[in-house]
């Protein structure tokens, strides 16, 4: 009973979908680098002896060190503590991954898979934008991504449907809480397998899609032939071998 017009919950696709196209845009559009410290669109991360070495490239690759809210075993509402506020959005859970999220090992120097840092790249990425014609992530994805791949509105949607204000930004989560047809999430596939081209017309810069889809040079899972694991690309994991 379901069509390629459909809305299916996306989950952690959105992580590309959401997280990964909008960084794509921001960069492409020269508003931030990937290299940039996370601290220059965080002021609350100035002078943190672990926040400020932060990347935006380490929030994208999941090796910033921010420790994830999850648990093995354990039902997302059942963690207690910040891990399990923020996946209840009390009261917003990019405040929480800011002020709350421990580190699990120094910005850099490992692999751990990040809800919160995902949710602090939409914090940069948000920031990033501010002045621009597109202030939040959702307006960015309509505006540029999904309106030029002709997908209508009623088959996509992003961030949980809410939006939260904090520090004056209108942050939208990257993480999880999309909602995309089979039909919309190919459409974004190919302007990606096709360097960003569209019905004739070049809708992202080829340049800055191809570095989404390259290695990034950051740690990777642990990876053996008995035991083969994804390499992190930005925001998009890459059959890399």
């Given amino acids: ?26 960069l492409a559009d020269g508003l931030m680098a990937l290299d940039d410290p996370v601290a ?21 690759t999941h090796s910033s060190g921010l420790e994830d ?11 207690g503590g910040w891990m399990e506020a923020f996946w209840r959005q009390e009261p917003d859970p990019f405040t929480l991954a800011r002020d709350q999220a421990p580190f699990a090992f120094r910005p850099g120097t490992g692999y751990a898979y990040s809800n919160p ?36 509105a009623e ?16 942050l939208v989560a990257n993480w999880g809480g999309g909602a995309f047809s089979a039909r919309a999430a190919a459409a974004v596939g190919l302007l990606m397998l096709r360097g ?10 080829e340049e800055a899609v191809r570095t989404m889809l390259r290695p ?15 390499a992190p690309g930005l925001c998009w994991w890459l059959n890399a071998d």
Wanted: hydrophobic share 40%; proline share 7%.
């Fill in 196 to 205: 960003g081209r569209w019905a004739g017309r070049q809708v992202l810069p």
């Fill in 40 to 60: 220059r669109y965080v002021p609350e991360w100035r002078g943190h002896p672990l926040k400020g070495e932060v990347t935006v490239r380490q929030l994208a």
């Fill in 69 to 79: 809210a999850e648990a093995p075993g354990i039902d997302h509402f059942a963690l």
């Fill in 1 to 26: 009973g379901r069509t390629a017009a459909s809305c299916h919950g996306s989950a952690s696709l959105a992580k590309a979908l959401v997280g990964g196209m909008s960084l794509l845009v921001a």
């Fill in 155 to 170: 088959e996509w949607s992003v961030g949980y449907g809410r939006t939260f204000r904090v520090n004056g930004l209108n």
């Fill in 117 to 152: 840092g995902m949710a602090m790249l939409s914090y940069a990425v948000t920031a990033a934008l501010a002045g621009s014609a597109q202030g939040d992530v959702r307006t960015l994805l309509a505006d540029r991504v999904m309106g030029p791949l002709g997908v209508p």
């Fill in 216 to 230: 990034a040079g950051t740690p990777r899972p642990p990876y053996s032939e008995q035991s083969p694991t994804l």
